[in-house]
């Protein structure tokens, strides 16, 4: 019997995440957590003095090149995989792209705390936060890349090009699966050809 209790009130508060993740307070809130997470870590970072100014420089630069790999993986291999709840919701979002699904505010900055932690106990602090802090910049800068996609309608060429590039994977789920870069898309494969081209 209380097995059956613990399944029925974990089922209610997953049921009560998933609601409130599709709200517009949880998609804005997050944004406001991520970017002040972000200002932090960079601010400590900085502060701790444990790097030349050139290694810090190249660990944001490495950061936000990482996050755009980590960007893809997550698309491709999680909302488009396994993890059924996860797919769940993406798939919502591929069936309304205007509404505000995404994950819950508190659990992007959850993993970067743990994240944070893990690179503490393998690199200088300083480096570790900067680290961190460029990862949770990448995903803000995904997060408001993938809102403007699809909440804008842009009259430059190159820009329209830009958004396409994300359209078509809302047609073709098996393709595109980078917002802020095609890079991985094309290194591994899953860049959308049309029939035109191939030929």
Same mark, same amino acid.
């Given at each position: 019997?209380?097995?059956?209790?613990?399944?029925?009130?974990?089922?209610?508060?997953? *049921?009560?995440?998933?609601?409130?993740?599709?709200?517009?307070?949880?998609?804005?809130?997050?944004?406001?957590?991520?970017?002040?997470?972000?200002?932090?870590?960079?601010?400590?970072?900085?502060?701790?003095?444990?790097?030349?100014?050139?290694?810090?420089?190249?660990?944001?630069?490495?950061?936000?090149?990482?996050?755009?790999?980590?960007?893809?993986?997550?698309?491709?291999?999680?909302?488009?995989?396994?993890?059924? =709840?996860?797919?769940?919701?993406?798939?919502?979002?591929?069936?309304?792209?205007? *509404?505000? *699904?995404?994950?819950?505010?508190?659990?992007?900055? =959850?993993?970067?705390?743990?994240?944070?932690?893990?690179?503490?106990l393998v690199m200088p602090a300083g480096q570790a936060f900067l680290l961190a802090g460029a990862l949770l910049f990448g995903y803000v800068i995904y997060g408001l890349n993938h809102f403007i996609i699809h909440h804008a309608?842009?009259?430059?060429?190159?820009?329209?090009?830009?958004?396409?590039?994300?359209?078509?994977?809302?047609?073709?789920? *098996?393709?595109?699966?980078?917002?802020?870069?095609? =890079?991985?898309?094309?290194?591994?494969?899953?860049?959308?050809?049309?029939?035109?081209?191939?030929?």
């Open positions: 019997m209380r097995e059956h209790t613990l399944k029925g009130f974990s089922g209610v508060m997953t *049921d009560a995440v998933v609601r409130m993740s599709r709200t517009r307070a949880n998609y804005w809130v997050e944004f406001v957590i991520d970017i002040a997470l972000g200002i932090l870590f960079v601010i400590e970072g900085l502060r701790r003095h444990d790097l030349h100014p050139a290694a810090a420089w190249l660990t944001i630069v490495l950061g936000l090149f990482l996050f755009s790999f980590m960007e893809y993986c997550f698309h491709r291999w999680l909302l488009h995989g396994p993890v059924r =709840l996860m797919e769940q919701g993406h798939m919502a979002h591929h069936k309304s792209p205007l *509404d505000y *699904d995404s994950l819950p505010f508190f659990l992007p900055a =959850l993993i970067l705390l743990g994240l944070t932690a893990g690179f503490v309608r842009f009259r430059r060429p190159l820009a329209r090009k830009w958004a396409a590039y994300h359209h078509i994977h809302h047609y073709h789920p *098996d393709r595109n699966f980078g917002v802020t870069t095609p =890079l991985w898309d094309i290194v591994l494969g899953t860049r959308y050809i049309s029939c035109q081209k191939r030929i």
